[in-house]
């Protein structure tokens, strides 16, 4: 029973950790959160539908690669569609309100958000309805002792793991990422050694795009059924993950997402009658982050400058 | 500078409460004819604003107003009690104008948050739900009168505004934001798995208001004109609305709308000028939820059946569109806001599909064209600083 229970906690922490790195990466090099991530990556979550069950083209793939590299490319096709999708928001939505009350970007992408989860409900083919993902990682056992780990979701893990850690590696070991770290830090002075700033947003929403996409796919898998709105609730527990891990913090995310996923499946698991209640428990340890360590596990505190 | 001042109060005694009937007239227009009126109506209203602005009219038009402040009054309020008379043949056209009202009460409650002190509060609608839950659980659970329901969501939702203002004392911005979109999802996530708060069905068979022995529900007779009962509930929403309006207004230009301000500019400079951070922003909450709870009542009783899906994180943005929309920190404008929403949201009926998308294509359009809103704010007057 715990056994099983930790490893759904682990598959869940996956699935919100990629979104609240989306919202960890914007907000440390624009100091705005961006609302509309959850529904962005849901929207990838659609896209890789589409590639596969609209527009054919997995079965076209399938019959000249092996499954592996089928997968990969759809997936591949899909992240691009969704960074795309990601510097067409921040030009319409984030851009314009730059150097502006941060209270405007908060509402517009919010409303992107909206839009973009109604626009999938009104265009896409029978978009209100549950619709099932394509079942492209299978679903057996990888090793015939071990319940619980399917290929599914040993490769759901690896793939978080692969993820963060070429995050990891282009964050820290690349000119741009680098220069990413600097304009996080200090907009004025990374400016002032010669960073192209918009260059520098352009990289970063690029990058948080293809994250997006491939956590839409991800998602997608592990939940086998999507929904147009799942991306509001996806937006959410990422956006929390990231409060509770350190806003900013790539590394904070991740813990933040796990923290959320163990009180969710913990509680709905051992508390009686608390599955309604699942919701609830992610977002008042939210609301004691907030006031009581509201730099969050990882985050560093910052003094208030007038 | 004086023979301006007299050609504007002598022309202003006729055009002031001309405008007013005119808006009326358009309202109208608006409420009754289809979809594509309405809008027709919407844009003309809006491009008269906007060149208006441009050519110093609307500016005219305040002064106007100001010099002639008690006819304008009068003819307003007979408009608006006439009003709701001259549209007596279709309770639907009624049933708008209730919803508007309490809709605007809502959005003026909201607007001490977002537009006086500039804190994006997502959780209106949660506030709107417990006034409204309160009151109807009083009245139906208890068998209280409605209007002790009343009381009752005023002080509960005073009390909640306080306990939902600390967290706004220590956080802001993205972190506040965050708090209350935790706040509205946890009421609704509440509601839906509490039993004895009807959980997923709503309560239904609230009783309706009654004045002097009267139901409000009782359709009237006016010198043989039969009044549909909405007609009560006008009534009685523009009179607790036109209050809050005056309460609104008195606030927004007393010493606390003006420290709000302050804290949106800057919340330590702010600080170190001696407000109290502490005391002005619970009393922010505190009555933007009195104002959303006396809303919320009203609702109850005038629906009769209440349900989650009235007050849901869409609600709330909807409430956060009228606030934009309108002018913030205008309580005017809010007003306004409010009514133009509440009267496309209705013609939309049709395509509901849309709505959603319909609102957050306005919330954008409105932030990237004319974030000051409809109406904007106009920099306080007073006495001795400018003449007269």
Not at chain 1, 83 to 101: C, D, G, H, R, W
Not at chain 1, 159 to 179: C, D, E, P
């Amino acid at each position: 029973m715990l056994y099983a229970q930790i490893i759904n906690a682990v598959m869940l922490g996956c699935t919100y950790s990629l979104v609240a790195i989306g919202f960890s990466l914007f907000f440390g090099v624009l100091d705005t959160v961006v609302f509309c991530t959850g529904d962005v990556a849901i929207f990838s979550s659609f896209s890789v539908v589409l590639l596969v069950q609209i527009t054919a083209l997995y079965a076209l793939l399938i019959g000249l690669f092996n499954p592996f590299f089928s997968i990969l490319i759809t997936v591949l096709l899909a992240a691009v569609i969704t960074a795309a999708l990601m510097v067409i928001m921040y030009q319409l939505v984030i851009k314009p309100f730059e150097n502006k009350s941060s209270l405007m970007p908060l509402l517009s992408t919010i409303a992107a958000g909206i839009a973009l989860r109604e626009l999938i409900g009104i265009f896409f083919p029978q978009g209100r309805n549950p619709r099932s993902f394509p079942e492209l990682l299978s679903m057996e056992r990888i090793f015939e002792a071990l319940p619980g780990i399917s290929w599914r979701n040993g490769i759901i893990i690896l793939a978080t793991i692969l993820i963060v850690a070429l995050l990891h590696w282009f964050i820290n070991k690349t000119k741009i990422g680098l220069s990413i770290q600097a304009v996080s830090q200090n907009r004025e002075a990374a400016t002032m050694v010669g960073i192209n700033r918009n260059l520098v947003i352009y990289v970063t929403f690029i990058v948080g795009g293809l994250i997006l996409g491939f956590s839409g796919f991800l998602i997608g898998s592990y939940y086998s059924v999507i929904r147009f709105d799942l991306g509001a609730s996806f937006g959410l527990k990422g956006f929390s993950a990231a409060v509770v891990g350190g806003l900013g913090n790539l590394y904070g995310a991740i813990v933040g997402s796990m923290l959320i996923a163990f009180a969710e499946v913990f509680v709905s698991a051992y508390i009686p009658g608390g599955t309604a209640y699942a919701g609830i428990a992610a977002f008042v340890l939210v609301l004691l982050f907030i006031l009581f360590k509201p730099e969050g596990v990882l985050g560093s505190r910052s003094i208030e400058k007038v | 500078m004086t023979d301006r001042q007299t050609h504007l109060q002598n022309t202003g005694k006729f055009v002031a409460p001309l405008g007013v009937l005119i808006f009326f007239a358009a309202m109208a227009l608006a409420i009754t004819m289809n979809l594509w009126t309405t809008l027709a109506v919407v844009v003309v209203l809006t491009a008269l604003l906007i060149f208006g602005e441009k050519r110093g009219f609307v500016e005219t038009a305040y002064k106007m107003v100001e010099k002639n402040y008690k006819i304008t009054v009068a003819v307003f309020v007979a408009a608006l009690l006439l009003f709701p008379i001259a549209l007596r043949g279709n309770s639907y056209f009624l049933h708008i104008l209730v919803i508007a009202g309490i809709y605007a009460m809502v959005a003026l409650g909201l607007n001490f948050q977002i537009g006086s002190m500039g804190q994006v509060n997502f959780a209106p609608a949660a506030m709107f739900g417990i006034g409204a839950y309160t009151s109807a659980m009083v009245s139906v659970h208890y068998g209280a009168s409605p209007w002790l329901g009343m009381i009752a969501a005023v002080i509960v939702t005073a009390g909640m505004g306080v306990v939902f203002g600390f967290p706004a004392l220590k956080t802001r911005g993205f972190y506040f934001s965050l708090v209350t979109i935790a706040v509205q999802t946890i009421f609704v996530l509440l509601v839906v798995n509490t039993d004895w708060l009807g959980g997923p069905n709503g309560i239904p068979g609230i009783p309706a208001f009654s004045l002097f022995g009267r139901s409000l529900k009782q359709t009237g007779n006016l010198f043989g004109m039969l009044l549909p009962y909405q007609i009560n509930y006008i009534y009685l929403t523009f009179f607790l609305l036109i209050l809050l309006i005056i309460v609104a207004r008195r606030l927004y230009t007393s010493r606390f709308g003006l420290a709000w301000n302050a804290i949106e500019e800057d919340e330590i400079v702010a600080a170190t000028q001696g407000i109290n951070l502490t005391k002005l922003k619970l009393l922010s909450f505190s009555i933007g939820s009195v104002f959303a709870g006396i809303a919320g009542s009203i609702y109850a009783h005038y629906t009769s059946f209440i349900g989650t899906e009235d007050f849901d994180f869409n609600k709330s943005l909807i409430l956060i569109c009228m606030v934009l929309l309108g002018g913030m920190d205008n309580p005017v404008g809010v007003t306004l806001g409010a009514v133009l929403l509440t009267v496309i949201d209705e013609k939309l009926r049709v395509f509901a599909d849309y709505r959603m998308l319909m609102y957050s294509v306005i919330l954008i359009v409105v932030l990237v064209v004319r974030a000051q809103g409809l109406l904007p704010k106009r920099n306080r007057t007073y006495p001795g600083t400018e003449e007269g």
